[in-house]
């Protein structure tokens, strides 16, 4: 008899890149390195990418953007899902994505020349030589393969950690007590356990009643008290609340927390089917999938050179290394998920806007190891404190966090060091690459020299100012409400837009406070820079205007806060302008309004003058979105609109990038089938005026969706450039063109 045995059969040439694992942060750690040059390598032990959020899953897309006003993250993430979108029939949510997807990120990666990938393969040891890894060692079943993957830099991206704690990267599970970091949510007593993993379903109206009728195992929710705290009054796509961890373990007891899951969704259904108070309305509804791969939370958490903490997210710490950054809530889940059916499945007992944090930057330090010199990070497995990982561990966060490793990746094997061995001077040229591939660091510029379009003189077809659109709805003053507002300069007066339900006038105080940036609600428990009074009828809808008074305070951001007044409301603006925020005060906290997860519409307010904080300028700013200003041109009206930028000498280029407008405001779930984002330019046009050859077309486009476009110097260009025009002939739909950032790169 012949004897079998799984040994090395294969020897890949050594890559510069190699990324293990292909979930979100994973793919895009892999995509950033090979699209900055490297030669990469990608290991997936599943058959299609995306992880938690690929068709095996089902898990949908949140990030900052959910918990924060104009927070959504861009970059390759935001390539990827403005893709996906536009071609899905189906809605976002639970349980919706759908074979597109897979094929998608798959096409995606093999488009890419730089990038190599092992998909049905395992990646289970290392090979060690010293302090750094040479290659990983992983088997391809189906093929009955062993690889032997050699690389320069390794990407641990498993979300299990595996690849790094076989190479000796120290690792916790679990809580850790107060005392280790000073973190104010931490408890007095450490614990294991971890947030629980979720199985997700998919259901369809079938158009006739369809029976449903329970395995034997599945358990029984008998009435609505036995699934209180779990609204299941929508059923297409299943619930991230079913939801099993502990006693398990999450890596050890998968197969265990899988049945268990599936006693528990078969349980819900059946409930929803035969139980509920509101079965008939799901009479016509049967499950159409079920997911059979637990998606998990949380495993091992490497402690890496940095650990990222609660305390440095809440205070916004501005790290020198700063790559990415989060914004999602501090999430903690019950214990032990749908089993504990007396408590609510987070937060229970507990505020929930007491664990909401704004955009904060996360550290390259926390995405290597100290102790593997050629290891980095992506996913969550990243080195952060659990209570910092509850922010950092949703997929939108993860694949920024991902795009930062694999770019840092393809630096280091570039310049053949260490992700510890960067020094000032590359952490910026790691930053500057990432902004340049619309990726957003907090308070970090475009300073790209090459970029010739910062020196350049801007100048459009015409330009929007400031002007307040009240809607019918509004945001009421019992506790009081801010509205941030950009200044261009000191006004004459300030207005806002008000309902008075009460059958007596009232005299409003309100105040203005400097803000840092359009998430700085810490801003409005400080003193006040001026104080106002508005004068509201009985009875009246509209606006009304209070002076501003001699002082001069200089543009910049300003909240303006009005105080609590019953019987008021404050009216919502119909539009959702860039760089407008909107506060609410809540349980004497202020919080972001109206609430999260919502399309976050500001308040109705400007002043007089109006302020011009739209202007041309905006876009060689230096800032690609909404933060310490606004940040984008905006047409007075609708296309065709044009900008034109005169640069300071004629000069060479080699590609012209262009980022269009965008809602900031939008998440992924308001984000319908077959969108295409309506501030983005449809069809625009971009020609260059030239020395000696006059105008000539760069280049045409119609049928654009995408924010980022970069558009390469055309084959046949010849001649130094003086000018660029950019014509927009049509948006997806927007009253306005809107542009964030034009960069023009000179030919090195």
Same mark, same amino acid.
């Given at each position: 008899?012949?004897?079998?045995?799984?040994?090395?059969?294969?020897?890949?040439?050594?890559?510069?890149?190699?990324?293990?694992?292909?979930?979100?942060?994973?793919?895009?750690?892999?995509?950033?390195?090979?699209?900055?040059?490297?030669?990469?390598?990608?290991?997936?032990?599943?058959?299609?990418?995306?992880?938690?959020?690929?068709?095996?899953?089902?898990?949908?897309?949140?990030?900052?953007?959910?918990?924060?006003?104009?927070?959504?993250?861009?970059?390759?993430?935001?390539?990827?899902?403005?893709?996906?979108?536009?071609?899905?029939?189906?809605?976002?949510?639970?349980?919706?994505?759908?074979?597109?997807?897979?094929?998608?990120?798959?096409?995606?990666?093999?488009? =890419?020349?730089?990038?190599?990938?092992?998909?049905?393969?395992?990646?289970?040891?290392?090979?060690?030589?010293?302090?750094?890894?040479?290659?990983?060692?992983?088997?391809?079943?189906?093929?009955?393969?062993?690889?032997?993957?050699?690389?320069?830099?390794?990407?641990?991206?498993?979300?299990?950690?595996?690849?790094?704690?076989?190479?000796?990267?120290?690792?916790?599970?679990?809580?850790?007590?107060?005392?280790?970091?000073?973190?104010?949510?931490?408890?007095?007593?450490?614990?294991?356990?971890?947030?629980?993993?979720?199985?997700?379903?998919?259901?369809?109206? =079938?158009?006739?009643?369809?029976?449903?009728?329970?395995?034997?195992?599945?358990?029984?929710?008998?009435?609505?008290?036995?699934?209180?705290?779990?609204?299941?009054?929508?059923?297409?796509?299943?619930?991230?609340?079913?939801?099993?961890?502990?006693?398990?373990?999450?890596?050890?007891?998968?197969?265990? &927390?899988?049945?268990?899951?599936?006693?528990?969704?078969?349980?819900?259904?059946?409930?929803?089917?035969?139980?509920?108070?509101?079965?008939?309305?799901?009479?016509?509804?049967?499950?159409?999938?079920?997911?059979?791969?637990?998606?998990?939370?949380?495993?091992?958490?490497? &402690?890496?050179?940095?650990?990222?903490?609660?305390?440095?997210?809440?205070?916004?710490?501005?790290?020198?290394?700063?790559?990415?950054?989060?914004?999602?809530?501090?999430?903690?889940?019950?214990?032990?998920?749908?089993?504990?059916?007396?408590?609510?499945?987070?937060?229970?007992?507990?505020?929930?806007?007491?664990?909401?944090?704004?955009?904060?930057?996360?550290?390259?330090?926390?995405?290597?190891?100290?102790?593997?010199?050629?290891?980095?990070?992506?996913?969550?497995?990243?080195?952060?404190?659990?209570?910092?990982?509850?922010?950092?561990?949703?997929?939108?966060?993860?694949?920024?966090?991902?795009?930062?490793?694999?770019?840092?990746?393809?630096?280091?094997?570039?310049?053949?060091?260490?992700?510890? =061995?960067?020094?000032?001077?590359?952490?910026?040229?790691?930053?500057?690459?990432?902004?340049?591939?619309?990726?957003?660091?907090?308070?970090?510029?475009?300073?790209?020299?090459?970029?010739?379009?910062?020196?350049?003189?801007?100048?459009?077809?015409?330009?929007?100012?400031?002007?307040?659109?009240?809607?019918?709805?509004?945001?009421?003053?019992?506790?009081?409400?801010?509205? *941030?507002?950009?200044?261009?300069?000191?006004?004459?007066?300030?207005?806002?837009?008000?309902?008075?339900?009460?059958?007596?006038?009232?005299?409003?105080?309100?105040?203005?406070?400097?803000?840092?940036?359009?998430?700085?609600?810490?801003?409005?428990?400080?003193?006040?820079?001026?104080?106002?009074?508005?004068?509201?009828?009985?009875?009246?809808?509209?606006?009304?205007?209070?002076?501003?008074?001699?002082?001069?305070?200089?543009?910049?951001?300003?909240?303006?806060?009005?105080?609590?007044?019953?019987? *008021?409301?404050?009216?919502?603006?119909? =539009?959702?302008?860039?760089?407008?925020?909107?506060?609410?005060?809540?349980?004497?906290?202020?919080?972001?309004?109206?609430?999260?997860?919502?399309?976050?519409?500001?308040?109705?307010?400007?002043?007089?003058?109006?302020?011009?904080?739209?202007?041309?300028?905006?876009?060689?700013?230096?800032?690609?979105?909404?933060?310490?200003?606004?940040?984008?041109?905006?047409?007075?009206?609708?296309?065709?609109?044009?900008?034109?930028?005169?640069?300071?000498?004629?000069?060479?280029?080699?590609?012209?990038?262009?980022?269009?407008?965008?809602?900031?405001?939008?998440?992924?779930?308001?984000?319908?089938?077959?969108?295409?984002?309506?501030?983005?330019?449809?069809?625009?046009?971009?020609?260059?005026?030239?020395?000696?050859?006059?105008?000539? *077309?760069?280049?045409?486009?119609?049928?654009?969706?995408?924010?980022?476009?970069?558009?390469?110097?055309?084959?046949?260009?010849?001649?130094?450039?003086?000018?660029?025009?950019?014509?927009?002939?049509?948006?997806?739909?927007?009253?306005?063109?809107?542009?964030?950032? &034009?960069?023009?790169?000179?030919?090195?």
């Amino acid at each position: 008899m012949r004897e079998f045995r799984l040994d090395v059969t294969e020897t890949t040439p050594e890559f510069d890149v190699c990324v293990i694992g292909g979930g979100m942060a994973g793919y895009c750690a892999a995509l950033a390195a090979a699209r900055e040059g490297a030669r990469t390598v990608i290991i997936q032990d599943r058959p299609v990418f995306g992880g938690c959020g690929s068709t095996e899953m089902r898990v949908p897309f949140s990030g900052a953007g959910s918990h924060n006003p104009a927070a959504n993250e861009t970059g390759i993430i935001l390539e990827l899902l403005t893709e996906e979108r536009a071609h899905s029939p189906h809605s976002p949510g639970y349980g919706m994505v759908n074979a597109g997807w897979d094929l998608l990120l798959y096409d995606k990666a093999r488009r =890419e020349p730089n990038l190599t990938t092992l998909l049905n393969t395992h990646a289970r040891n290392v090979v060690m030589d010293g302090n750094a890894i040479s290659a990983v060692i992983a088997v391809q079943l189906g093929t009955e393969k062993v690889w032997e993957v050699r690389a320069r830099v390794f990407i641990e991206a498993t979300g299990d950690g595996a690849i790094g704690a076989a190479a000796g990267v120290p690792f916790r599970i679990g809580q850790e007590v107060r005392s280790e970091y000073g973190e104010s949510m931490a408890p007095d007593e450490p614990w294991d356990w971890t947030l629980g993993s979720s199985l997700v379903f998919r259901a369809r109206d =079938e158009g006739r009643p369809v029976d449903f009728v329970p395995p034997e195992w599945a358990v029984v929710y008998p009435d609505e008290e036995s699934l209180s705290h779990r609204g299941h009054g929508q059923f297409e796509g299943g619930y991230w609340w079913i939801e099993v961890g502990f006693p398990h373990e999450t890596i050890r007891d998968n197969e265990e &927390i899988r049945d268990e899951l599936l006693a528990h969704l078969y349980g819900v259904w059946d409930h929803i089917k035969n139980r509920c108070t509101h079965r008939q309305t799901a009479a016509n509804w049967a499950l159409d999938w079920v997911g059979m791969l637990p998606a998990k939370r949380e495993s091992r958490r490497f &402690i890496g050179a940095h650990v990222l903490t609660q305390t440095q997210i809440a205070e916004r710490e501005l790290f020198p290394d700063r790559v990415a950054y989060g914004g999602w809530i501090i999430d903690d889940h019950t214990k032990g998920g749908i089993v504990h059916r007396d408590q609510k499945p987070s937060f229970d007992g507990t505020e929930e806007t007491h664990f909401l944090v704004a955009p904060y930057s996360v550290p390259l330090r926390s995405l290597y190891a100290a102790n593997v010199s050629n290891l980095l990070f992506a996913g969550r497995v990243m080195s952060a404190s659990r209570l910092a990982f509850n922010s950092l561990r949703v997929q939108r966060t993860l694949a920024v966090v991902g795009q930062a490793a694999g770019s840092a990746a393809a630096l280091c094997s570039q310049k053949g060091c260490t992700p510890a =061995e960067f020094a000032g001077g590359d952490i910026h040229t790691l930053q500057q690459s990432l902004l340049r591939q619309d990726c957003y660091i907090p308070r970090v510029r475009n300073e790209d020299s090459a970029d010739v379009a910062r020196q350049a003189r801007v100048t459009a077809s015409s330009t929007f100012s400031l002007v307040a659109q009240p809607a019918e709805d509004g945001v009421s003053l019992t506790e009081g409400a801010a509205q *941030v507002l950009p200044l261009s300069e000191w006004p004459q007066q300030f207005r806002v837009y008000l309902r008075n339900t009460g059958d007596s006038g009232v005299a409003l105080s309100a105040t203005l406070h400097r803000a840092d940036d359009i998430w700085d609600l810490g801003a409005l428990d400080s003193e006040p820079c001026a104080a106002l009074e508005f004068i509201l009828p009985a009875g009246y809808t509209g606006p009304v205007v209070a002076d501003a008074g001699d002082a001069d305070l200089g543009l910049g951001l300003y909240w303006l806060k009005v105080e609590a007044a019953e019987g *008021v409301l404050w009216l919502m603006q119909t =539009e959702p302008l860039p760089g407008l925020t909107a506060a609410r005060r809540e349980q004497g906290r202020w919080v972001h309004s109206p609430s999260t997860f919502s399309s976050w519409r500001p308040l109705a307010a400007d002043v007089l003058p109006e302020s011009r904080c739209y202007e041309p300028g905006n876009i060689i700013n230096g800032v690609g979105r909404p933060e310490q200003w606004t940040n984008v041109w905006l047409s007075e009206g609708d296309a065709p609109q044009c900008v034109r930028l005169e640069l300071p000498a004629p000069v060479e280029l080699d590609r012209i990038q262009i980022a269009w407008g965008l809602n900031f405001n939008r998440s992924y779930f308001q984000m319908p089938a077959l969108m295409r984002a309506p501030e983005c330019a449809r069809d625009y046009r971009i020609e260059v005026e030239t020395s000696c050859h006059g105008r000539q *077309v760069w280049a045409e486009v119609s049928g654009n969706y995408q924010r980022l476009r970069i558009h390469e110097r055309p084959a046949d260009f010849a001649g130094a450039i003086r000018e660029v025009i950019i014509t927009v002939e049509v948006t997806n739909g927007a009253p306005r063109v809107e542009i964030d950032e &034009i960069r023009a790169h000179a030919v090195s």
